[in-house]
């Protein structure tokens, strides 16, 4: 059970097994594509979301995960699974469009320009030029000079330049998804030096750190990250976790606390919350917090998550 917001993170919860295919799994793929073609995209996700449950390695089923959510209008949860699809498929042109459109909707606008300017440079023509102008246009809206109420340019308003850090953050990602993780990780600081406000960058290369175990780094970045953009949710929880995996149940109950706050509906925290609370011998407030998570959470993925949770409950309420 992780954030689908942060996916990335989420492959360190996977047992140490591989997963495969199974019938059932099929099953799920094939009857969220049919609801795709019905336009059923949240339910299509349910579905997509059991396949890679069951199958990490399954590169189509996030693909498909991912470009429900989006039509789902769920961008939070497509951008991870965009990314897991691109750490498996890393030379594919389609998931940087979805990707694109999901960050400028996430409020990541120099991901998004990156993301976005690298899809119309690779993807073939003229098979994919409805999606290049598309973007394009996309392009064209992010970087075009912000109008007046009366819909005409005021000459005095200046356009809000791009990120100077957004060539840098593209190319750390781009090679963070052909894993070349080190020389990722220089291109992800570089692009933090040419731009100290970059929130996206920072988060990625915590994200990074985290998943290649380096979790002191990684608290570092996250914490930086978070005191110069204290409404990046992502962050917040990303330093949640990292905390949390290195013992330091204080810190992560905070950092929860701060994500909690920025995204209330999201039942992901909850659970990480709980075993904080837990370590701290905050009984009590453990209890409440998987029982919020146990509220929340309808993900029929995450029911390895959700029987956990139900057990933490069982021994919180016999120790009592």
């Known amino acids: 059970m992780r954030n689908a917001a942060a996916v990335a993170v989420a492959l360190l919860s996977l047992p140490a097994w591989i997963a495969q295919a199974t019938p059932a799994s099929d099953a799920a ?3 969220g594509a049919a609801l795709m073609t019905q ?20 590169d189509l089923g996030w693909y ?8 789902a209008e769920r961008c939070d949860r497509a951008v991870p699974a965009y990314r897991r699809y691109m750490d498996l498929v890393t030379n594919m042109p389609d998931p940087y469009y979805g990707l694109g459109l999901c960050l400028v909707k996430t409020g990541d606008k120099a991901g998004a320009l990156a993301s976005l300017k690298h899809f119309v440079a690779v993807a073939p023509r003229p ?3 409805v999606w290049i102008d598309h973007a394009a246009s996309v392009i064209e809206e992010l970087t075009a000079p912000p109008k007046p109420a009366g819909g005409l340019v005021d000459a005095a308003v200046k356009p809000t330049p791009p990120s100077p850090a957004a060539p840098a953050y593209l190319e750390a990602q781009l090679l963070r998804d052909r894993g070349h993780i080190e020389e990722a990780i220089v291109k992800f600081k570089q ?15 915590g994200e990074l750190l985290l998943k290649i175990r380096r979790d002191d780094e990684a608290i570092v970045v996250l914490r930086a990250a978070v005191d110069k953009n204290p409404t990046y949710a992502l962050a917040w929880y990303d330093l949640a976790f990292g905390l949390r995996a290195r013992g330091q149940h204080a810190a992560a109950v905070d950092a929860y606390e701060h994500y909690i706050k920025l995204k209330p509906g ?3 925290p909850y659970y990480g919350l709980g075993r904080s609370l837990q370590h701290l011998g905050r009984t009590g407030d453990a209890r409440r917090a ?13 029911q390895r ?16």
């Not at 692009?191 to 290369?205: C, E, F, M, S, V």
């Open 39 to 58: 336009k059923r995209y949240a339910e299509a996700a349910e579905k997509f979301q059991e396949v890679v449950a069951s199958d990490p390695n399954n």
């Open 127 to 129: 098979k994919s030029k």
């Open 191 to 205: 692009a933090i030096a040419q731009d100290p406000r970059h929130a996206a960058a920072r988060t990625a290369l």
């Open 305 to 320: 998550w959700v029987e956990s949770a139900e057990a933490q409950i069982r021994t919180l309420t016999a120790a009592k």
């Open 266 to 268: 999201d039942p992901d």
């Open 29 to 31: 793929f094939e009857a």
């Open 290 to 302: 998987f029982e919020t998570y146990l509220s929340l959470e309808k993900r029929p993925g995450e």
């Open 64 to 71: 498909q995960l991912a470009s429900a959510h989006r039509k």
